[in-house]
């Protein structure tokens, strides 16, 4: 019994943690470049979630261009996002940039309701996974697409980041914004690619996270959060450390919800980044003059 327990809790907690994980990459790209929190994150993969079941509606999509056209409409809506918020607001306060993101991701969700409703969708599976059984464990196809997308986007985000020259700009924009400027980088491209940047990753976590849980007109905020807390737990400082926040995460809500039920999954996940947050105060304040 305590075996199957131990076998759910890690099918369950990789699916929702590889999501998590890629919101939290997405989440520190934002924060690393900017120094902003970008709190409408869960609206972007709420938005191309829906975006993409509509396509599904209309359209046979084998699974590359399923993949390609969340990438697609997540670089859009990041870049929407980008422009009416950090964009609009560079020289702005950080709490009037804060707010902005915030009053983003309500005005997003009331679009998500105009345009789709209020009722669940179902986004169907889209990549050829089968479930795998190793012994005691299993791995759902869920868990599979999810670790799928999820690792994928990572190696490909860290090359991007290490090997491209936007990705060295971004690099450089995130270590010293001045520094960077008179080597002729020009920060406002840097910061608009990483919310770009989070947008495409937002898409593909609504790719993953549709399929498990459905499309919701206000899931967006939760999951966003999550991503938050996952990205605090990782500490924002390296891609692998993030991502692995994230999976942190999952497992221990997975196993919360195993042995506590769902009702304490919430609160316990949030008093996590309580102490995280009053345990880690000079650490960030180093993080943020860096």
Not at 223 to 243: C, E, I, P
Request: aromatic share 8%; glycine share 12%.
């Amino acid at each position: 019994m305590v075996l199957l327990y131990l076998a759910q809790t890690i099918n369950s907690g990789l699916a929702l943690g590889a999501v998590y994980g890629l919101m939290a990459l997405g989440f520190s790209l934002v924060y690393n470049s900017s120094r902003l929190i970008n709190f409408a994150q869960g609206e972007l993969l709420l938005l191309s979630g829906l975006g993409l079941f509509s396509l599904t509606q209309a359209f046979s999509l084998n699974p590359l261009v399923a993949i390609a056209a969340a990438g697609i409409w997540g670089l859009m809506l990041g870049m929407v996002l980008y422009a009416t918020t950090l964009g609009f607001s560079l020289r702005k306060h950080p709490l009037k940039q804060l707010m902005l993101t915030v009053a983003a991701s309500m005005t997003w969700q009331g679009i998500a309701i105009l345009a789709w409703g209020k009722e669940p969708l179902m986004l169907p599976q889209m990549l050829p996974f089968s479930s795998v059984r190793m012994g005691p464990f299993f791995f759902s196809q869920d868990t599979l697409t999810a670790l799928a997308l999820a690792v994928g986007s990572g190696l490909l985000l860290s090359l991007f980041l290490r090997h491209t020259r936007w990705g060295r700009a971004i690099r450089a924009v995130s270590m010293n914004p001045l520094a960077a400027t008179l080597q002729g980088v020009n920060p406002r491209k840097a910061y608009a690619c990483t919310f770009a940047l989070a947008g495409l990753l937002a898409a593909l976590a609504g790719m993953a996270v549709g399929p498990q849980t459905m499309l919701r007109y206000d899931m967006g905020l939760g999951v966003g959060l999550k991503g938050f807390v996952a990205a605090t737990l990782g500490g924002y400082s390296s891609l692998g450390k993030v991502f692995l926040g994230g999976i942190c995460l999952g497992l221990l809500e997975a196993l919360f919800i195993l042995t506590m039920g769902a009702e304490l999954k919430e609160a316990v996940t949030y008093a996590i980044l309580i102490v995280i947050l009053i345990l880690t105060p000079h650490k960030e304040r180093q993080t943020a003059r860096a």
